[in-house]
């Protein structure tokens, strides 16, 4: 079974997302995908990863991984070249689940949990959706009034007690906040004054008081922060109990990661920001994480991310797949969460999965109660709606075998 075509769908309602079908001389039609600059990440597939891969055999995911990821630029970090190898691997691991009529988790060695526990990222309707991706701080409020009812990015800012309450009652028993941006946006990551600290920490103070220790909460710091102004804000978290502190510096230097943990009495969870094993491998050997974070669509696709655990698990750290960002992605991540012995826990978007997830994809995970379930279909189990690729703005690009 050759690759025959690779064609890129972009939709001018979610302008941040690029699809990606790759086709096979078999009939089969494997899904991928990869968030932001999707422009850029459809003209590297059309014009270098295409004239690559074209006429190759379609299930031979590890050698072709190697060969985008093994080129002269774009080896390593989440760039546009990694982001659309990521794209291609997730659907190349689709065309194999349905050559083997085997759903995704089972290609991967099989089910190692029979569910996983979720947690909740408290982001709004339009958290991601605007023209130039995810911003911190307040961004998108407002804009949604009636978009749902889980507004959350807004409720965990000024109702988090409430919010809490609101996810345990579905089961819901760890949530992601970060109140904390508005002031590294300030002083440019170099400070917090004690005004802002405590401005900051309001949210985790009414989560506990509300619900004491039944709601895990995750604090995510965005890579905003220098060591030194993280290491104030981690020091006021700790009487709080974080669940996890998120990429509190740039990924750039494992040792002062390593320096902050050390100094520090909170876990740290990094990074959907890294890409490829061998900077994961860094950051283990530096003793600098405690949960290792990975994004499927950016680290190099389901095969990468499949070796980036078992790294993980080399070193006794547990893996939590990211996914805020798109339903390909959640997908996936779900298999692969559903496979590696070491997951911890799949993030999850309530306001996501509950809405635009199921206006793009034909079928979703089922989360209930908590947890998330296995999809019984081959491959992702999943397919893009055939009303969104008729829409009329659905823009595709089709590159073929000549």
């Given at each position: 079974?050759?690759?025959?075509?690779?064609?890129?769908?972009?939709?001018?309602?979610?302008?941040?997302?690029?699809?990606?079908?790759?086709?096979?001389?078999?009939?089969?039609?494997?899904?991928?995908?990869?968030?932001?600059?999707p422009r850029?990440?459809?003209?590297?597939?059309?014009?270098?990863?295409?004239?690559?891969?074209?006429?190759?055999?379609?299930?031979?995911?590890d050698?072709?991984?190697?060969?985008?990821?093994?080129?002269?630029?774009?080896?390593?970090?989440s760039?546009?070249?990694?982001?659309?190898?990521?794209?291609?691997?997730?659907?190349?691991w689709?065309?194999?689940?349905?050559?083997?009529?085997?759903?995704?988790?089972?290609?991967?060695?099989?089910?190692?949990?029979?569910?996983?526990?979720?947690?909740?990222?408290?982001?709004?309707?339009?958290?991601?959706?605007?023209?130039?991706?995810?911003?911190?701080?307040?961004?998108?409020?407002g804009?949604?009034?009636?978009?749902?009812?889980?507004?959350?990015?807004?409720a965990?800012?000024?109702?988090?007690?409430?919010?809490?309450?609101?996810?345990?009652?579905?089961?819901?028993?760890?949530?992601?906040?970060?109140?904390?941006?508005?002031?590294?946006?300030?002083?440019?990551?170099?400070?917090?004054?004690?005004?802002?600290?405590?401005?900051?920490?309001?949210?985790?103070?009414?989560?506990?008081?509300a619900?004491?220790?039944?709601?895990?909460?995750?604090?995510?710091?965005?890579?905003?922060?220098?060591?030194r102004?993280?290491?104030?804000?981690?020091?006021?978290?700790a009487?709080?109990?974080?669940?996890?502190?998120?990429?509190?510096?740039?990924?750039?230097?494992?040792?002062?990661?390593?320096?902050?943990?050390?100094?520090?009495?909170?876990?740290?969870?990094?990074?959907?920001?890294?890409?490829?094993?061998?900077?994961?491998?860094?950051?283990?050997?530096?003793?600098?994480?405690d949960?290792?974070?990975?994004?499927?669509?950016?680290?190099?696709?389901?095969?990468?991310?499949?070796?980036?655990a078992?790294?993980?698990?080399?070193?006794?750290?547990?893996?939590?797949?990211?996914?805020?960002?798109?339903?390909?992605?959640?997908?996936?991540?779900?298999?692969?969460s559903?496979?590696?012995?070491?997951?911890?826990?799949?993030?999850?978007?309530?306001?996501?999965?509950?809405?635009?997830?199921?206006?793009?994809?034909?079928?979703?995970?089922?989360?209930?109660?908590?947890?998330?379930?296995?999809?019984?279909?081959?491959?992702?189990?999943?397919?893009?709606?055939?009303?969104?690729?008729?829409?009329a703005?659905?823009?595709?690009?089709?590159?073929?075998?000549?």
């Amino acid at each position: 079974m050759k690759i025959s075509a690779f064609e890129t769908i972009k939709l001018g309602e979610f302008p941040n997302l690029l699809w990606l079908h790759i086709h096979t001389d078999e009939g089969l039609v494997g899904l991928g995908e990869t968030f932001f600059g999707p422009r850029a990440v459809e003209a590297h597939i059309h014009e270098t990863v295409a004239p690559l891969l074209l006429g190759k055999p379609a299930l031979q995911m590890d050698r072709h991984a190697q060969t985008l990821q093994n080129q002269y630029l774009g080896f390593s970090g989440s760039g546009v070249e990694m982001r659309a190898a990521s794209a291609v691997d997730i659907a190349l691991w689709d065309v194999f689940g349905q050559a083997t009529g085997q759903p995704l988790h089972q290609c991967l060695g099989g089910l190692s949990h029979e569910k996983v526990r979720v947690y909740n990222t408290c982001a709004g309707y339009r958290y991601i959706r605007a023209e130039g991706g995810q911003k911190t701080g307040n961004w998108g409020i407002g804009t949604d009034s009636a978009a749902g009812p889980y507004e959350d990015l807004d409720a965990f800012l000024h109702r988090a007690d409430e919010l809490a309450q609101s996810l345990l009652e579905q089961g819901v028993t760890a949530m992601k906040i970060w109140p904390f941006d508005f002031a590294a946006e300030t002083s440019g990551g170099y400070s917090i004054s004690a005004v802002e600290l405590d401005r900051a920490l309001v949210p985790f103070r009414k989560i506990r008081d509300a619900v004491g220790g039944k709601m895990d909460i995750m604090a995510e710091l965005h890579s905003l922060w220098t060591p030194r102004a993280a290491e104030v804000v981690l020091r006021a978290l700790a009487p709080l109990q974080p669940f996890w502190v998120e990429d509190p510096i740039k990924m750039v230097n494992a040792d002062l990661l390593a320096g902050l943990r050390a100094r520090t009495n909170v876990p740290i969870c990094a990074s959907e920001t890294l890409a490829t094993r061998r900077a994961f491998r860094e950051f283990l050997a530096a003793d600098a994480l405690d949960v290792v974070m990975l994004d499927l669509s950016w680290c190099g696709g389901i095969g990468e991310a499949k070796k980036i655990a078992t790294l993980a698990e080399a070193w006794g750290r547990p893996v939590a797949p990211h996914d805020c960002t798109g339903p390909v992605v959640l997908t996936a991540s779900v298999h692969l969460s559903l496979n590696c012995p070491n997951t911890l826990v799949q993030e999850t978007v309530r306001a996501f999965t509950t809405g635009w997830y199921r206006e793009v994809l034909t079928d979703l995970p089922e989360i209930r109660d908590g947890f998330v379930y296995p999809m019984a279909g081959p491959g992702l189990g999943t397919k893009l709606r055939p009303d969104r690729l008729s829409a009329a703005d659905c823009e595709r690009r089709v590159t073929r075998l000549c």
